[in-house]
């Protein structure tokens, strides 16, 4: 089972809709980030989240607002979308990087998100 | 600027057979990481593996095996005897030491079919 939990696994949305995705994790790392992959595209990143605070933002629209409430929660918050924001958005988590040491990334399952 | 070349779009082979899927990588930095991720039709990405670059031993695992070379800028993956749920994209990632994981650079991904 994955230790990263993302909700919903899928989602329908119109365009003027607002939705957010949830992630969890509890392995205490202190980095998350938010990727949007597209079929068969490796995973952009968008978002990244180093001890609670926002540390990358890969000049992603505005319609897609992140939050990491704590250390073990992070969201994505979505207004406004268009229909080419339909993909598979994945959560990941890590250990921030430390003492040159960089780790690898734990992923959710995605939530799969359809904008119509 | 990094970037992560997986010439193999998609691969298929039948069960036992032998597989290797190549990575080459650019940087410039002397100091990074390397990674190898398995996605499977369920979405999540798993790791597999992390290399830095001064680790140029060769590692195995079971049935899989990596292959590191710096003189050719490459870190190939090789599974042996293949079964059906080695099915899935894999992807090769590169993260130099002065980002966090989450700025890894992704490989396109090979897509491996293994038939029974």
């Known amino acids: 089972d994955t230790e990263v939990t993302q909700t919903p696994k899928h989602l329908v949305m119109g365009m003027t809709n607002k939705k957010s995705l949830k992630c969890e994790q509890h392995m205490g790392h202190r980095a998350m980030y938010w990727y949007k992959q597209k079929a068969k595209k490796p995973p952009e990143l968008m978002f990244v989240y180093s001890y609670e605070k926002l540390s990358i933002n890969e000049s992603v629209p505005s319609r897609f607002s992140p939050e990491c409430p704590n250390s073990s929660l992070l969201n994505l918050h979505l207004h406004a979308l268009q229909p080419e924001d339909s993909a598979l958005y994945l959560c990941a988590s890590s250990q921030p990087r430390r003492g040159g040491v960089v780790g690898e990334l734990f992923f959710g399952e995605g939530s799969r998100l359809t904008v119509l | 600027a990094q970037k992560v070349t997986q010439a193999q779009t998609e691969i298929s082979v039948v069960e036992k057979e032998d597989v290797t899927l190549d990575c080459v990588y650019e940087t410039r930095d002397t100091t990074y990481y390397l990674f190898w991720y398995k996605q499977p039709p369920s979405g999540e990405l798993v790791f597999l593996i992390r290399?830095?670059?001064?680790?140029?031993q060769n590692e195995i695992s079971g049935r899989y095996s990596w292959n590191f070379q710096k003189s050719t800028s490459s870190f190939n993956f090789t599974i042996t005897a293949s079964q059906v749920v080695d099915s899935a994209v894999y992807f090769c990632?590169?993260?130099?030491?002065?980002?966090?994981?989450?700025?890894?650079?992704f490989g396109d991904g090979t897509t491996l079919t293994v038939k029974p």
């Open positions: 990632a590169l993260s130099e030491v002065d980002t966090n994981a989450g700025k890894s650079t």
């Open positions: 290399r830095n670059s001064f680790d140029e």
